[in-house]
């Protein structure tokens, strides 16, 4: 609905017009036709959604502490060790906020508290990244909700939008300016990449 209403509030340089006045009730038709799009497969895409949604609401009703402890609990566990494997740099931090500016502030809001011009638009409400601060939030954690998105809530999944060094690179943004942590190129490590700077 945020995105019908207007939007440059989830995608900050869409050119797709504002449709705030179609009115409330008009937007809302139109939402459920596009959630109804693929007949069958649909109805199994929304019960999923519906199922999702509901405990991500019960999560986030349950407060700070059981809202991050689900976030992290619903990342396969592989993913939740793997640390950042780009170094942080002043490059890569200035890309991760240019990608954050086109895709994320609209929701999250321009200092990570949730608070996007989106959010009256969204239950539950944007993750505010600093209930993050002082909790064990590793790059792989970030990579793979910014790579999948977070089924039931508003959070789409962007593997289709942006390059794997690109979802590192913003999830490293977010780590260092909003969570004040980053486990960027520690150990456990592989071997670095082919590409080199």
């Not at 895709?103 to 321009?110: E, K, L, N, R, Y």
């Amino acid at each position: 609905m945020a995105h019908f209403i207007n939007p440059r509030y989830t995608r900050p340089s869409s050119i797709m017009p504002p449709f705030e006045w179609l009115g409330m009730e008009r937007i809302e038709k139109l939402t459920r036709y596009i959630q109804s799009l693929g007949l069958k497969n649909a109805d199994r895409r929304m019960a999923r959604q519906k199922y999702w949604k509901a405990e991500s609401i019960k999560a986030y009703e349950a407060g700070p502490d059981a809202n991050a402890r689900w976030l992290s609990d619903i990342v396969p566990e592989g993913w939740r060790i793997i640390p950042n494997p780009y170094p942080t740099t002043d490059a890569s931090l200035q890309r991760g906020q240019k990608i954050y500016q086109n895709f994320c502030i609209g929701c999250h809001g321009p200092i990570g508290d949730g608070m996007g011009p989106a959010q009256p638009c969204i239950y539950p409400p944007p993750l505010n990244f600093t209930i993050l601060k002082g909790r064990e939030i590793s790059g792989g954690i970030i990579y793979y909700q910014l790579m999948n998105g977070i089924t039931g809530s508003a959070m789409p999944y962007f593997k289709r939008d942006l390059e794997s060094q690109k979802i590192w690179e913003v999830g490293d943004y977010v780590a260092v300016y909003f969570i004040n942590q980053s486990d960027a190129n520690t150990e456990p490590r592989g071997i670095d990449s082919a590409w080199e700077p």
